[in-house]
């Protein structure tokens, strides 16, 4: 099995992910296409021995997910392990807008990073910055949105599923939503479906290897 498609839970890290399957497997060398923060869960694609050299193909290739969005909220991790909370007034939205607002998203944005992220500043990852409680000025990074549609309403929680080229922070999109919506966002749950024309239905539970 060079290739796992691989169910992540949330709860634990990418890497915590792959250690766990070297574990079990007693496999040397592996790694991951595509890192998914401990807040998220679903498809992780692992590959062993020589077949890692074969994970960058992987990396290129569009991720598809269904993201749980707080309206009215604002952390400074954008999700919801962010300690420093705000709150903002909701509007009274119609599901139009809701629909207009994620449809102008459509395209390349140019947004600020999570300052929980690995892209470095200054040689460091700015999540070094972060937990040293060090102020500083998120990058902007260009991001494409491919689609986006909206799904469910509860409350002032929005369920949305994005199609995003590599390199897009779910994050960073749901706050720019709700910054068109008139308000503050952050993602509460996040679940990666499919990366290119694989599908997490593909997938293994990491339990059940």
Same mark, same amino acid.
């Given at each position: 099995? !060079?290739?796992?498609? &691989? ?22 060398? @592996? ?5 998914? *923060? !401990?807040?998220? $869960?679903?498809? #992780? ?11 960058? *193909?992987?990396?290129?290739? !569009? ?20 300690? /420093? ?5 909701? !509007?009274? #939205?119609?599901? /139009?807008?809701? /629909?207009?607002?994620?449809? $102008? @998203?459509?395209?390349?944005? *140019? ?25 500083? /000025? ?6 494409? &949105? ?13 369920? &949305?599923?994005?199609? &995003? ?20 966002? @952050? ?23």
């Amino acid at each position: 099995m !060079p290739i796992l498609f &691989v169910d992540k839970p949330k709860g634990i890290s990418s890497f915590r992910a792959v250690r766990t399957l070297q574990d079990r497997m007693g496999k040397e060398k @592996m790694g991951h296409a595509g890192t998914l *923060d !401990p807040l998220a $869960s679903g498809l #992780l694609i692992v590959a062993t021995g020589k077949e890692t050299k074969k994970l960058g *193909d992987f990396l290129k290739l !569009p991720k598809e997910y269904i993201a749980e969005i707080r309206l009215g909220m604002a952390t400074e991790t954008g999700d919801d392990e962010g300690k /420093e909370r705000k709150t903002f007034p909701v !509007p009274k #939205l119609a599901e /139009e807008e809701i /629909e207009l607002a994620l449809q $102008s @998203m459509k395209g390349k944005l *140019d947004l600020p990073v999570p300052l929980y992220s690995a892209v470095k500043k200054k040689g460091k990852p700015l999540y070094r910055y972060a937990r040293k409680g060090k102020e500083v /000025e998120p990058p902007v990074k260009t991001m494409e &949105v491919l689609g986006g549609e909206f799904l469910e309403e509860k409350g002032e929680t929005l369920i &949305v599923k994005w199609r &995003v080229g590599s390199g897009t922070y779910i994050r960073s999109l749901a706050e720019e939503l709700g910054r068109r919506l008139g308000t503050a966002a @952050m993602v509460v749950n996040l679940r990666r479906i499919a990366i290119g024309n694989v599908s997490v239905n593909q997938a293994k539970p990491l339990e059940d290897f």
